[in-house]
């Protein structure tokens, strides 16, 4: 049995506010698993920690087998949109799709494009201008098989390029 996500006495405090205590679960590979519970409960919490986005205080998590974020092999095997996951009012549409393919190995640029188009959006557009809901959730651009590809948009919006140093900005 494959595990996606396994945690054990898993806790995360701030402070002296524990979000997330004594979090023990598996959950298997292949599986549909919600995550049930009151404002507060650490839902947001453990998916943080599985992301890698946070530090466990205690306790171990690992996904698929590996520490969480350990590597960009392993972070381009996890898919994960946060609630309030944003939309940057600055920047066009087509800057968003360069900035999803610069981050996701597995990023499929034509699945992408034809999305935009499937909602009408311009890529030339704001994100700050885009209509509420526009963005489809049937299926992500970067879980493709088919790999990464270019952007083939011919916005004059800025370019993305990574720092010696590891940051990221528009040039």
């Known amino acids: 049995m494959t595990v996606a996500i396994e945690a054990s006495g898993l806790g995360k405090a701030y402070r002296r506010t524990w979000a997330l205590r004594d979090c023990t679960l598996t959950v298997p590979g292949g599986h549909v698993v919600g995550l049930v519970g009151p404002n507060g409960a650490g839902k947001t919490t453990l998916l943080r920690l599985a992301t890698g986005?946070?530090?466990?205080?205690?306790?171990?998590?690992?996904?698929?087998?590996?520490?969480?974020?350990?590597?960009?092999?392993?972070?381009?095997r996890v898919g994960f949109v946060a609630q309030d996951t944003p939309v940057y009012a600055r920047m066009r549409v087509a800057d968003h799709l360069r900035l999803g393919a610069w981050l996701n190995p597995g990023w499929d640029d034509e699945l992408a494009q034809r999305r935009i188009r499937q909602?009408?959006?311009?890529?030339?557009?704001?994100?700050?201008?885009?209509?509420?809901?526009?963005?489809?959730?049937s299926r992500s651009p970067w879980r493709s098989p088919s790999g990464p590809s270019s952007s083939s948009s011919t916005s004059r919006s800025p370019a993305w390029t990574r720092s010696p140093a590891g940051s990221f900005s528009a040039a």
Do not use: F, H, M, N
Request: charged share 15%; with cysteine.
């Open 53 to 76: 986005q946070l530090a466990p205080t205690r306790g171990a998590i690992s996904v698929l087998d590996e520490p969480p974020a350990v590597s960009a092999a392993q972070l381009a």
């Open 119 to 137: 909602v009408g959006l311009d890529p030339k557009q704001r994100g700050g201008r885009c209509p509420a809901g526009s963005v489809p959730s």
